[in-house]
């Protein structure tokens, strides 16, 4: 391809509102555009904005311009409204379902050790992150949770295979190292209510809560709660 082209390929994508494929690019040429010669360009482009404060990423759903993490404390300055941060409850839900996808909720709380909240749950789904792809074949057929390709785009990865390599397979472990990418990750943020159970195998329930004005406190409850109102324990607050 010669270099008007190579500027045609390169507008497309600055101006693009969404990444764009390779057949959206293809669709930008009258003539024959070969898909080879088109990879050819995107790579050139890559290598010449390296230095810059945009980068040409390819992520799931197609090629498009970012601003580097580099770049995002003096951003953030022109943005009145912040990111919202995420609490350790829902970033390590996440990397568990981004990591043993697909999984239910039970397996879920298995591996963290504590009930997930419902509200946790729903916070994932609103961000488009995570869905129900299925259900298990088992007793009361539970939903199968796995991540979306709004995910993918998201933290700027092409497929799961792209996911950090985990040094520490703990769920705080892979919160972390997902954290590091475009999301925020507050640990002082809310934490849904986990619940435990004490000696007498009796549900402990312990609520994180904090303000703006307020030291984060937790308090502890104890009750005994039925195995028919095990939902309602999530969302004790």
């Known amino acids: 391809m010669d270099d008007h082209h190579?500027?045609?390929?390169?507008?497309?994508?600055?101006?693009?509102?969404?990444?764009?494929?390779?057949?959206?690019?293809?669709?930008?040429?009258?003539d024959d555009?070969?898909?080879?010669?088109?990879?050819?360009?995107?790579?050139?482009l890559q290598r010449e904005w390296q230095d810059k404060g945009m980068e040409l990423v390819h992520i799931a759903t197609g090629w498009r311009f970012q601003s580097r993490l580099s770049m995002r404390e003096y951003l953030d300055r022109l943005t009145p409204e912040k990111p919202p941060r995420y609490s350790r409850a829902v970033m390590e839900t996440l990397a568990i379902i981004a990591y043993r996808q697909p999984v239910t909720r039970g397996e879920i709380e298995e591996i963290r050790g504590v009930a997930v909240s419902s509200n946790v749950m729903k916070q994932l789904e609103d961000r488009g992150w995570v869905?129900?792809?299925?259900h298990k074949e088992t007793i009361g057929r539970p939903g199968l949770y796995a991540t979306t390709k709004q995910f993918l785009d998201d933290?700027?990865?092409?497929?799961?295979?792209s996911l950090p390599i985990l040094e520490d397979s703990a769920p705080m472990a892979a919160a972390e190292q997902l954290g590091q990418a475009v999301m925020e990750f507050?640990?002082?943020?809310?934490?849904?209510?986990?619940?435990?159970?004490?000696?007498?195998?009796?549900?402990?329930?312990?609520i994180d809560f904090e303000t703006a004005e307020e030291t984060a406190e937790t308090m502890e409850v104890i009750q005994e709660v039925p195995p028919e109102s095990e939902d309602k324990t999530d969302e004790t607050k």
């Open 155 to 161: 933290l700027s990865l092409t497929n799961l295979q």
């Open 6 to 30: 190579k500027r045609v390929i390169e507008t497309a994508l600055l101006c693009a509102q969404e990444p764009l494929t390779i057949t959206d690019i293809t669709r930008l040429f009258a």
């Open 131 to 134: 869905e129900v792809i299925g």
């Open 33 to 44: 555009v070969v898909s080879a010669e088109i990879d050819d360009v995107l790579l050139d």
């Open 186 to 206: 507050d640990p002082t943020a809310t934490v849904e209510t986990v619940v435990e159970l004490d000696e007498n195998g009796q549900e402990i329930i312990k």
